[in-house]
């Protein structure tokens, strides 16, 4: 059996100027000898700060018990000490069993309360994991597929290969790959629930039981290192707003060799004719209310640079148009016009936009759906799609 | 053993996987706990809801318990670890073999955990002792894992954990 090596190694750190001490990885000691160093760091920490202490534990994989009670000895001992300092324990919400264990701390020190990290911390979340999103992802995967079906095996997609889809959205994409490609295990992550249990759903439906659905944040997943030949995260980290933190998760995710492949947009680069000058109008603005809410729906051509920052080599980037006359023009006008909901109906609204402004906003939509229908017409949504191996 | 007792209870439980080793072999690195409770979960949870959170889940109420066995079981024999599944609840057994002194230690701090003052005894050991007490690790599994923990009657010098964990549930 040879799984060492795979566990995620254990760190502490302490941050003075944020307060902030924080455990991840895997700790699981025989004795406290063996994290004796950690637990000075954090006795330090204790000296140093004043008024609150964070203990960010969101990271933490796995703790046994000898560590758990090393480190809460430190915080329930500082408590009777210095009555003036309370503590914020962070976990997260996808690893329910830290917030049930230092929930306890709370019941024999009030000084120490518990927070669990979750969606309501990343700016531009609310919108993206909102479900009137889902029928909007179905039909975009729908059209983009007929382009990615043919573009997957540049990248690396083949038969047989273990992957994960980061972002995986309702799981459309992962069910279309597992019937055209046949990889031999897909993980599927994202953190809305009502997706995944869309995608469940879904799956079910079409009796395929063998894809590894799970909730999770990709910033910090619980995934070990080195484990895909494959990993996709599409349309993603446009919305982060720290998008080399998403990189440098997938990367670590990534086999030696293998590849991490994502898609992005550039939003002000839809186009349509006839009305072009409206419709530019309204996706320049459309990139605009991304950034206001910390997204940076233009990422697409970055995404070179962004794969190069974060350790990648032979990174191969190309980029394809969906147009109205791919397939269904329909199908183009309906993703047009549920962007116009969310985008003009919620983030424009949500910004404090005047209602002119919100008018104009929505005519270039309109004008999209108009050329995407017209007998005449051209419509088109560019994507950039990149990929880059991760050195061996 | 006594088959005939135990056979009903059986027959819902359905296998998964069964791992046994020498006992001296796993006392010889502390590290067997962490590999072999990572390795066990990860095979066990594909099949459920969210795999990646129930492995890790269970990971973690595996670990303890094989730390406890490496704590406390003595090197002579095997140790024998069997994980069962019935809807929502995954069982594990775990038989290795101990000193008798150790016998009737396992056997209260079991019981214990069935006490209605468990979660008053778990704050107070925690509050307490610079390191956890053995007993603790039973009663963290009970209390924040839901699990329920018997010994099964298993020839001397062995012992049996019978350990029914509804992660499922408390997963998804
Ligand atoms: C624009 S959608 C793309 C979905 C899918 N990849 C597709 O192309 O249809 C972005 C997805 O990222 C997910 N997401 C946002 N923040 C996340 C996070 N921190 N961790 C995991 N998923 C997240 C959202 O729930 C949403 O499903």
Known sequence: ?392 | MDVAEKAPVEATFEPLVQIEMEMETFLSNWHHCDQLSTFIARIISHNRTDPVRHANFFSSALNELLEVSFRGGSPDGQIGCAVYRHGRTERVKLTFPCLSRQRQFFSEAVSNTRREDALTHYLDSISTGLTPSRDVVFLDLAINFDAQIRLENSAPPSITLVVDLPLEGVVS
């Open chain 1, 1 to 392: 059996m040879s799984t060492a090596g795979l566990s995620i190694p254990f760190k502490a750190e302490f941050d003075v100027n944020s307060q902030e001490f924080s455990l991840s990885g895997v700790v699981r000691p025989r004795s406290i000898d063996e994290i004796a160093v950690n637990i000075s760091m954090l006795k330090e920490a204790i000296d140093q700060v004043r008024g609150v202490l964070y203990i960010n534990v969101k990271r933490l994989v796995q703790m046994n018990n000898t560590a758990f009670h090393a480190f809460a000895r430190v915080v329930l001992d500082a408590c009777q000490a210095k009555p003036d300092i309370r503590f914020v324990i962070v976990t997260s919400s996808v690893v329910g069993w830290t917030t049930r264990m230092f929930g306890h701390l709370n019941k024999i020190e009030p000084q120490i309360t518990i927070e669990v990290y979750d969606s309501k911390f990343y700016p531009g979340q609310s919108f993206v994991e909102n479900t009137s999103f889902i029928s909007i992802l179905r039909t975009q995967t729908k059209m983009t597929w007929r382009h990615e079906r043919t573009i997957l095996p540049r990248h690396g997609m083949r038969s047989g290969i273990t992957m994960a889809d980061i972002c995986c959205g309702i799981g459309d994409f992962v069910v279309l790959v597992q019937k055209e490609f046949q990889p031999a295990r897909i993980v599927a992550l994202d953190h809305s629930k009502a997706s995944l249990a869309y995608a469940r759903d879904v799956a079910a439906g079409f009796g395929i039981t063998d894809i590894e659905y799970t909730y999770g944040d990709a910033s910090e997943m619980l995934l070990e290192d080195n484990q895909f030949d494959f990993v996709s995260c599409r349309h993603s980290l446009q919305i982060f707003n720290r998008p080399d933190a998403l990189l440098a998760e997938l990367y670590r995710i990534c086999k030696p060799g293998g590849r991490v492949y994502i898609t992005n947009e550039k939003n002000s680069h839809c186009l349509g004719e006839p009305r072009s000058q409206s419709i530019q109008w309204t996706y320049n603005e459309v990139a605009k209310l991304f950034s206001h809410f910390e997204m940076d729906v233009e990422l697409g051509p970055k995404s070179r640079r962004y794969l190069a920052d974060a350790g990648f080599e032979d990174i191969v980037v190309e980029s394809f148009m969906v147009t109205n006359l791919d397939g269904d023009a329909q199908d183009f006008a309906d993703v047009i016009a549920a962007w116009e909901n969310v985008y003009a109906g919620e983030m424009s609204v949500k910004r404090g936009d005047s209602s002119e402004f919100i008018q104009r906003f929505r005519q270039g939509f309109q004008d999209h759906i108009l050329a995407a229908l017209h007998p005449k017409g051209y419509a088109g949504w560019p994507i950039w799609v990149a990929s880059g191996r991760k050195p061996r």
